[in-house]
C-alpha cells in the first residue's frame, strides 16, 4: 500500500532535461506538502524542492532556476522538471510527504544519472 511513488530516473548527458514523477495517494495529496529529496554517494540526503497543497514552492540554492516542481491535482502527481543537469545531480531522487513538520511517507527511490 505504497503512499508515494516515484518514476522518471534514468541517464542522461549534461546539459539535457529529465521529469520526474511522484504519484500520490488521494488523502496524502489532498494535504501533505510533497517534496523531492536527493542523496549522491557517501552524501546525505538533502532536500531539493518543495510544493504544499496551495501551490507554495521552495528550491535548494543548487538547483533554482533549473529545476521546477508542480502539481496536478486531476491526476494526483507532483512533477519535477529537471533543465540544464550538471554531473553533481547525479543522485538516488526521493519522493516525500510532510505533514504536521513530520515526513511520515517516503518514496523508493528513483536513479539519476548525468554523465557523457
Known amino acids: 500500500q505504497a503512499q508515494l511513488v516515484e518514476s522518471g530516473g534514468g541517464l542522461v548527458q549534461p546539459g539535457g532535461s529529465l521529469r520526474l514523477s511522484c504519484a500520490a495517494s488521494?488523502?496524502?495529496?489532498?494535504?501533505?506538502?510533497i517534496g523531492w529529496f536527493r542523496q549522491a554517494p557517501g552524501s546525505q540526503r538533502d532536500m531539493v524542492a518543495t510544493?504544499?497543497?496551495?501551490?507554495?514552492?521552495s528550491y535548494a540554492d543548487s538547483v533554482k532556476g533549473r529545476f521546477t516542481i508542480s502539481r496536478d491535482n486531476d491526476k494526483k502527481m507532483v512533477y519535477l522538471q529537471m533543465n540544464s543537469l550538471k554531473p553533481e545531480d547525479t543522485a538516488v531522487y526521493y519522493c516525500?510527504?510532510?505533514?504536521?513538520?513530520?515526513?511520515?511517507?517516503w518514496g523508493q527511490g528513483t536513479q539519476v544519472t548525468v554523465s557523457s
Open positions: 488521494t488523502s496524502v495529496f489532498s494535504l501533505y506538502t
Open positions: 516525500n510527504a510532510e505533514f504536521g513538520s513530520v515526513s511520515h511517507y
Open positions: 510544493i504544499t497543497r496551495r501551490g507554495t514552492t
